[in-house]
């Protein structure tokens, strides 16, 4: 059956990889160059709180001739837009125009815990940046009267010199693309309507229609023709064989720190995501036993139908399977997590994947 989400239901032939931003450079590049042979198409550096990602893209850029490096993502909080624009421009040109720019509003623990930067208008400010990122990318004079970014800034706000202008470089392309982790119904219709592409976590294909089709069709409403067709980027933890059902307790414990401790109790987007996906009690549970610490048994009270769809763990077949509800929801690339002990083992799993895909 087709789905709401998109009205052509396109192959899922992509496949990415986010990459481990606790590790170091050289072991990375080395892991990334076997990736590339084995068919990735894409990277993710995340930006969290370790290592900024622009260091590690400029490296991999260095190092890789034919794969996409994305970042995954820039926080809209921690850069100016106009500063965003311009490392965005700086590595697509490292990279020959292999760059695809990820970015999205992170969470208030990271934002005003670690940056100390107030977490606010979420979606107004990222609508905002990508509007400053394309003038810069044009080089056009940037010249911006927004509710939250105005450039130049305004004489009444102290500005001595407020003269707009433009990128002295000539960027690769005019148009960098951009990937937006939403996952609110307003976020999600905004990427819809103004992003090449889209990255919910979690992404569940048989309820994704009922939780977010109404807020994507809003935002195709509205979205310019030339944007082309929007892609959607699904997040699955994948091993594959008949001995692998013990690995969807690797997973468990990601899933309860981002539903039972990434915010407080009706702060938490992801905790909101379980409810909306039909598992209010559970949820409140994960979060109630999280939040007072018992991690162990919050990882345990997920249930398995959730663990199950939002991943690809399990025999060929079942894998393939769940490809093609993948496939049919919309999902038309993957940003996967290779459950693998080894980096011989993650290039096996995205060879693996590729025959299947």
Not at 186 to 192: G, I, L, P, Q, Y
Request: with cysteine; glycine share 10%.
């Amino acid at each position: 059956m087709k789905s709401s989400l998109t009205p052509d239901v396109r192959s899922v032939v992509r496949i990415g990889m986010g990459l481990n931003y606790s590790g170091g450079f050289a072991e990375t590049v080395e892991e990334v160059a076997d990736l590339e042979r084995a068919g990735l198409d894409i990277a993710f550096v995340p930006e969290a709180y370790s290592f900024d990602a622009v260091s590690q893209l400029g490296f991999l850029a260095a190092k890789t001739s034919r794969i996409q490096l994305a970042s995954g993502i820039f926080q809209i909080y921690t850069r100016t837009p106009s500063l965003t624009a311009m490392t965005a421009a700086g590595l697509d040109y490292v990279s020959d125009g292999r760059f695809v720019m990820g970015i999205g509003a992170s969470g208030p623990q990271v934002i005003e815990g670690f940056h100390g930067v107030k977490y606010d208008a979420p979606i107004g400010r990222t609508r905002e940046v990508v509007e400053i990122c394309r003038q810069v990318w044009r080089r056009e004079k940037v010249v911006h009267d927004g509710k939250y970014y105005q450039i130049p800034l305004p004489a009444d706000r102290g500005t001595v010199l407020g003269k707009p202008l433009k990128l002295i470089n000539h960027p690769v392309r005019e148009r960098i693309p951009i990937v937006i982790a939403s996952l609110g119904p307003k976020n999600v219709a905004m990427t819809a309507e103004i992003a090449e592409g889209w990255e919910p976590i979690f992404y569940y294909p048989e309820k994704a229609a009922s939780v977010w089709g109404e807020s994507l069709a809003a935002g195709k409403a509205k979205r310019d023709p030339s944007l082309g067709e929007l892609d959607v980027y699904a997040s699955p933890a994948v091993a594959i064989g008949d001995d692998v059902d013990h690995m969807l307790d690797w997973v468990r414990p990601t899933i309860a720190l981002y539903v039972g401790g990434m915010g407080a109790r009706g702060k938490n987007f992801y905790n909101d995501l379980a409810v909306r996906y039909g598992f209010e009690k559970e949820a409140k549970e994960i979060q109630d036993l999280y939040l007072d610490g018992k991690k162990v048994e919050a990882a345990a009270a997920i249930p398995d139908e959730l663990v199950r769809a939002v991943n690809l763990i399990g025999p060929e077949g079942y894998v393939r399977e769940r490809l093609a509800a993948f496939a049919e929801s919309g999902v038309t690339a993957l940003n996967i997590t290779p459950l693998a002990s080894d980096a011989a083992g993650r290039v096996k799993l995205v060879e693996k994947l590729r025959t299947l895909v």
